[in-house]
């Protein structure tokens, strides 16, 4: 995510030099004569007159034009991505909505450009339409996967930033694009999924989660005893741990009579972000409080026997 981020910083650095560089070329007399008039003509259509030809002015104001149509996209991109830190959803919205800006800034890019050519953009767009027709049925997956990414903004069923499970993959929404949806499991790991093929989805963060902690004692044991101990550690997790717990552990009852252990269930409301630390943190307090009172876990014991010959 950090390579991504730097990498686009980069991207959005080179551009700014680029179109920097145009407006100081049609702005100053640093390069004069047919360069400057070229540049200065990409607002006024001057340079998009004539035939086609690859000429040094037209060249150099059809990366101008081609730069300064990427920076513009880009840089309205990066004003969504600022609503975008209020709440999931504007990160949805934002984020969806800045990935079709790219795409439209990319394609008026190079329009521009082409027309600074000197090529018939009409002509071009329609032998394109053409061939985009022919290819449209084998294009259908595409087509699938930026409806499906636009409804998906529209109903707001998920967003950036929730936790979420696909095909057994567990991880965080970090974008959701015009044709793909990024998510990132706790290890770091990144599962890149076209838009179309988000089925069955479950969405971890739409409500708390429930921890759970199951503490085994004795038979021995005489229940009452643990289960004060329980409550009283309970009490302790909940102030110990506010940004963690949402409300106090309870204390659920004897969940099963095991082969050789009395189970007792303890659930917490947590959020799902925090629920793999919150099951760490019951089974280490309980562990630590039981051992305390002297209450006994019992664990598997093999007894083996000698035979005598």
């Avoid at 407006?23 to 340079?47: L, N, P, Q, R, Y």
């Avoid at 979420?164 to 991880?171: A, H, K, N, Q």
């Amino acid at each position: 995510m950090k390579k991504r981020r730097a990498s686009s910083i980069f991207g959005f650095f080179i551009l700014t030099l680029i179109v920097a560089s145009g407006v100081v070329i049609a702005t100053t007399d640093i390069v004069g004569g047919e360069i400057k008039e070229t540049v200065m003509g990409c607002f006024s259509h001057i340079a998009a007159s004539g035939s086609f030809a690859i000429t040094l002015p037209r060249l150099v104001a059809a990366i101008f034009a081609f730069a300064a149509c990427l920076w513009i996209a880009s840089f309205v991109s990066f004003i969504f991505s600022l609503f975008g830190r209020r709440s999931a959803r504007l990160r949805t919205v934002s984020a969806l909505t800045g990935s079709l800006v790219k795409c439209i800034g990319l394609i008026l890019a190079v329009i521009w450009a082409l027309a600074i050519l000197g090529v018939d953009v009409t002509a071009a767009i329609a032998g394109v339409g053409i061939v985009a027709l022919v290819l449209s049925f084998g294009a259908q997956s595409l087509v699938e996967d930026v409806v499906t990414g636009i409804f998906i903004m529209i109903e707001g069923r998920i967003n950036v930033g929730d936790i979420v499970v696909l095909d057994d993959f567990r991880g965080e929404i970090t974008s959701i694009g015009a044709r793909t949806t990024a998510i990132m499991d706790t290890g770091g790991n990144y599962k890149i999924v076209n838009n179309s093929d988000i089925r069955n989805i479950q969405n971890r963060s739409a409500d708390n989660s429930l921890a759970i902690c199951d503490v085994s004692i004795s038979y021995g044991t005489y229940i009452p005893d643990a289960e004060k101990v329980v409550e009283a550690t309970s009490d302790a997790l909940l102030a110990k741990y506010p940004d963690v717990f949402i409300s106090r552990p309870e204390y659920m009852g004897v969940q099963s009579l095991a082969d050789s252990a009395v189970v007792l269930r303890i659930t917490a409301t947590i959020k799902e972000a925090n629920i793999f630390r919150a099951q760490r943190l019951m089974n280490r307090e309980y562990k630590l409080a039981i051992d305390a009172a002297g209450i006994e876990i019992p664990f598997p014991q093999v007894v083996v026997h000698n035979a005598k010959k």
